[in-house]
């Protein structure tokens, strides 16, 4: 397979060729916690290349973080159809958040996973 060497992974789930492309993904910013990429895995053989999989507690504490995110979003939608912007621009932007908060959960589920084959 012309795919295969496809296999370094960063740690919003995308695959590059080269431990140096996934460091610096762009979407890490977007789909990753501290916007930015944490570790990349060679989904070969399941080895840590580069960076380090977040703690178990820092784990937990992204979960919470995205519950609060969550949170704020549902209050923020309220606030924009209210407000200036009109119910379909308000669910655009709750689709593009949703979007964000799903890949994030993923992101999330994976560390854990993670966490519990340490
Ligand atoms: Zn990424």
């Known amino acids: 397979m012309s795919t295969s060497s496809y296999i370094f992974e960063c ?27 944490l570790y990349v895995e060679n989904r070969e053989t399941g080895v840590l290349v580069w960076g380090k999989y977040p703690t178990h507690e820092e784990a937990l504490r992204y979960e919470e973080e995205m519950d609060r995110q969550s949170k704020e979003l549902s209050e923020q939608i309220d606030a924009w ?10 669910q655009v932007l709750l689709e593009n958040e949703e979007a964000r908060l799903d890949a994030l959960y993923r992101v999330q589920d994976r560390m854990m996973e993670y966490n519990g084959n340490a």
């Open 81 to 90: 159809i209210s407000e200036e912007k009109g119910p379909s621009e308000a």
């Open 11 to 37: 740690s919003c789930g995308e695959r590059f060729n080269s431990i140096q492309a996934a460091t610096t993904c762009s979407k890490c910013r977007t789909y990753s916690f501290g916007n930015t990429c």
